[in-house]
């Protein structure tokens, strides 16, 4: 009797065993998190004229033709802008996930302008609980005008290379909220080497906020503004109503476009009233009000080539 | 006579638990392929995992779909971001049984052709399938499975804009190769 009652208790309490098996994937227990870091925050490189949050991947080169036609203000006369536009060309490489440099050459000011982009810290989508995103931007540029046309040079001026140089340093602080919304602040100053007057700061401070509401899976609306501090630039021609702007004669850059998605392409559709395509231009030497129709049609094209392929990541 | 039957019957109960044959796998490979003229598409995924419980046939797969590594970065992106929405359905799987396969196939050395009839779920559709397979048992003990079979993206709900249909095969290659342990 005793021996039955002993068998019964085991076998009782082996049903629940049994019964347990319904999922046999749960026997495997938990899995293990990996590391996954969020992934396009922007469908590319640039949120217009600004930096995004997102780098080329490693070992990827994207090729960007950047247009801005003439103002829409010209009116029919000028075909609303489209008898006029401005070109930059540029390639961009991905040297790590973290790490990528670019060039370009513009044909507004003959610009020739290069930089390093690096992210410091990247948000976590699973495995580790960084919040955001933190890259750093250093670009240069260069104008080659030839030095009767470089417009802050005057008479009999000495003519150095390097006062053709100019520096921007940013901060991209951002967060892809959602699948609908990032947000990103970039603080940044832009250095001139040499600026026209002594009233002007060679040290342009300047914070920028952008931010991109995908619409469609393929379709994305963004927006940045950069906001230059007052006093510190000055054009060379200031109509007379506008001496008391807070920078006279220049308008902080206020660009809204789409961004639509095709397989190895993204077009970058925009409105913006800056004329350059690099930060010492778009931040300090945007000329375009957008009150007065002073707005350039725009576009830019990103066509990525996998030229490298890294080692997949090693599976334990 | 009743008394002896039934703790024969309870003793039996045990026996049964003993003799269930588990075979697991935390590193199973599942690719997919995609060959049209325009473009040749494949993601490999190691981390897949499965459940084989040999005494009844009871299989489950699944695999995470951010696991899939393509040649390309970008494509990569757009796979999970545009077409299977990874965020939203992080999973795909099967769950089914293996007709006619038993606990003592997997212990004899050789090959056995195994039909596995479930359910696959995949970008939050669930579809009843019939899947074949091999199972090969080396002199080792070892117990490999292998498969491949194709689906329809749009079978899934998966959908390809008129742009880049070309550039994507109507069915996709899948492959499946399981090594299993015993658990």
């Known amino acids: 009797m005793f021996r039955s009652t002993f068998t019964l208790i085991a076998a009782l309490a ?20 990996t590391k996954e870091f969020t992934t396009a925050s922007f469908k590319t ?35 609303f802008g489209l008898d006029q536009a401005w070109v930059r060309l540029g390639f961009e490489y991905g040297i790590t996930d973290r790490l990528q440099i670019g060039i370009g050459r513009s044909s507004f000011q003959k610009y020739v302008d290069g930089f390093a982009k690096y992210k410091i ?13 933190l890259s750093l931007v250093a670009s240069s540029n260069v104008t080659t005008l030839r030095s009767s046309e470089v417009p802050w040079y005057s008479e009999g001026r000495e003519d150095y290379f390097t006062h053709r140089m100019a520096y921007s340093f940013q901060m991209l602080i951002g967060r892809k909220f959602s699948d609908a919304l990032t947000l990103q602040l970039m603080p940044g100053v832009v250095h001139r080497n040499l600026v026209r007057t002594v009233a002007e700061k060679n040290d342009v401070m300047n914070i920028g906020a952008a931010g991109r509401v995908k619409l469609t899976k393929r379709l994305a609306l963004n927006a940045e503004y950069f906001y230059v501090l007052p006093g510190q630039t000055m054009a060379a ?80 | 006579m009743t008394k002896h039957l039934i703790l024969a019957a309870l003793f039996a109960a045990p026996l049964t638990l003993a003799a269930q044959e588990r075979y697991a796998t935390r590193t199973g490979h599942i690719s997919f392929h995609s060959d049209t003229p325009m473009e040749k598409i494949e993601a490999h995924n190691h981390k897949s995992t499965s459940v084989l419980d040999a005494s009844t046939g009871a299989v489950e ?40 396969l038993t ?55 998966i959908t390809i804009p008129g742009m880049v249909r070309d550039n994507i095969a109507k069915e996709i290659t899948i492959k499946v190769q399981m090594d299993y342990v015993k658990m």
């Open chain 1, 14 to 33: 082996c049903t629940p065993v049994l019964l347990a098996q319904d999922d046999l994937l749960d026997l495997l227990g938990e899995e293990e998190k």
């Open chain 1, 45 to 79: 490189s640039r949120v217009i004229n600004g930096h995004s949050l997102e780098n080329t991947a490693h070992g990827v080169l994207d090729f960007k033709i950047n247009h801005r036609f003439g103002f829409l203000n010209g009116g029919l006369y000028e075909w």
């Open chain 1, 121 to 133: 810290l990247r948000q976590c989508e699973s495995g580790c609980g960084m919040p955001l995103t």
């Open chain 1, 237 to 316: 021609e200031v109509p007379t109503d506008r001496m008391d702007d807070p920078n006279p004669g220049y308008k902080n850059s206020l660009s809204i476009g789409f961004d639509i998605e095709t397989g190895g392409h993204v077009f970058q559709l925009h409105f913006t009233n800056s004329t350059a395509m690099n930060e010492r231009g778009y931040i300090t030497e945007t000329t375009g009000d957008w009150l007065k129709g002073d707005i350039h049609f725009g576009f830019n094209v990103s066509r990525v080539f996998t030229v490298y392929r890294p080692k997949p990541k090693v599976v334990e």
């Open chain 2, 61 to 100: 797969f699944a695999v995470l779909m951010k696991g899939f590594e393509f040649d390309k970065a970008l494509m990569q992106e757009h796979f999970n971001e545009n077409y299977v929405e990874s965020d939203k359905f992080p999973k795909a799987g099967f769950k089914g049984k293996f007709n006619g």
């Open chain 2, 103 to 157: 606990a003592d196939d997997l212990k004899k050395a050789g090959t056995k052709e195994v039909t596995a009839e479930g359910e696959m779920s995949m970008h939050g559709v669930t579809k009843p399938v019939t899947i074949k397979g091999t199972f090969t048992m080396e002199p080792t003990g070892a117990v490999k499975a292998s498969s491949t079979f194709t689906i329809k993206p749009e079978d899934y709900n």
